[in-house]
């Protein structure tokens, strides 16, 4: 329990990626505040469990959580979960960004303002303003000479942040934004012992990306680009933001983590 006392703020966490991580924090002792749109878990995911909301799971194998519907493009929301936070447990010492907007695909010619509006109001602004609100709070807590921090931050953006792939233009660049904003703010702030790093995932089996995976040409796509012989499922990249929630990370700050099978890495053979 590494992770006991610790209260964790993860956004986008009613299904996929961010309910698995959800449950892997409170695994490890951490309090859980499930924050999404709905509590519901997105019908088209592949959890067995969906049935379950995510803050009621983890309360059922025995932890702490609550759920908070949180849009991240608008900040009254996001300022009253960290306020509701405080209130139910008294402080936040862990924030996931995991909440991202995503469209299919389309040519750069056929991209327009709303679409680069929504992209950018939700995975850069969005991500941004939540992790703004957690390291004033954190700038309030004394570091935890356990754990060495006083608070941490871990981002998800996506594989397409590195390398081109067609028709997600302004996708790619906002995640891309996000990758520097990790760099950015954790030279910024790792004066104050605040971590703040980012895992950056590949061809994922979530809700969101089901479409894409049920598509053969797509699918088949994206196999060829990943040299490992399967895709992500939810827990890789949960257990990833796991240790950088874990006291062996605390040396760890900036990092941008590829959990990709090895997409990134060039054309497999």
Known sequence: MSLKNK????????????RAICLALAENGAKIVSCDL??????????????????????KNGGE???????????GQCE??????????????????????????????????VLWGKMAAVNTLGTARISRLAI??????????????????????SCAAGIAFPGEVAYSATKASVNH?????A?????????????????VATGMARQNIENKDIFALMERSTPWPRIGTAGDIAGVVLFLCLPPSQWMTGQVLAVDGGMTLGVPP
């Open 187 to 203: 030279m910024d702030h790792a004066k104050d012992s605040i971590n703040i790093n980012c895992v950056s995932p590949g061809v």
């Open 80 to 113: 009253s979960a960290f306020s509701t936070a405080i209130s139910k447990f008294g402080r936040v010492d862990i924030v996931v960004n995991c909440a991202g907007y995503w469209e299919p695909f389309r040519d750069f010619v056929d991209e327009d303002d």
């Open 38 to 59: 709905r509590a519901e878990a997105n019908p088209s995911g592949y959890e067995t469990d969906r049935e379950i909301a995510t803050a009621d799971l983890v309360i």
């Open 136 to 157: 004033r709070q954190f700038l309030k807590q004394e570091v935890d000479p356990a754990w060495g921090s006083r608070g941490r931050i871990v981002n998800i953006s």
């Open 181 to 185: 904003m990790t760099r950015a703010g």
């Open 65 to 75: 959580a609550i759920f908070q519907r949180v849009d991240i493009s608008d900040a």
């Open 7 to 18: 209260v964790a703020l993860v956004t986008g966490a009613s299904s996929g990626m961010g």
